[in-house]
């Protein structure tokens, strides 16, 4: 008999009424802190990526702008150039205006 074996049964303890439920309630509220706090940090992160991208199209849109007013602008000063030429000045007055360059008795010098 040197080799017999002993089985012991497991003995549980009695249930105290309140200490379990405690337990699990203690619990219960942890998970659900977490949960709400990975939740709100859910939220926080896609939030701010849509922000970046509205944020990117945006700067898009602003570069596009940006580049078809510059291209206004080169033009308008082409424009300009082109109004200020001397000889489409001198075709206006001579041919819309009637105007002729003076000659030398309607030239009066001052002194």
């Known amino acids: 008999m040197a ?3 002993v089985a012991y049964g497991k003995v549980a303890a009695p249930a105290r009424p309140g200490v379990a ?8 509220r942890y998970l659900t802190g977490v949960m709400v706090l990975l939740t709100l940090v859910s939220i926080f992160h896609v939030w701010s990526r849509v ?10 849109e602003a570069n596009r702008q940006f580049r078809e007013q510059q291209q206004e602008n080169k033009r308008l ?12 000045i001198e075709a206006l007055a001579k041919g819309e205006l009637g105007m ?8 009066v010098l001052v002194k």
């Open 77 to 88: 000063r082409v424009e300009v150039a082109s109004l200020k030429a001397p000889a489409r």
């Open 100 to 107: 002729a360059l003076p000659n030398d008795q309607q030239v």
């Open 51 to 60: 922000e970046v991208i509205d944020l990117n199209l945006r700067i898009g």
């Open 21 to 28: 439920v405690r337990e699990n309630w203690i619990s219960f």
């Open 3 to 5: 080799q017999s074996k």
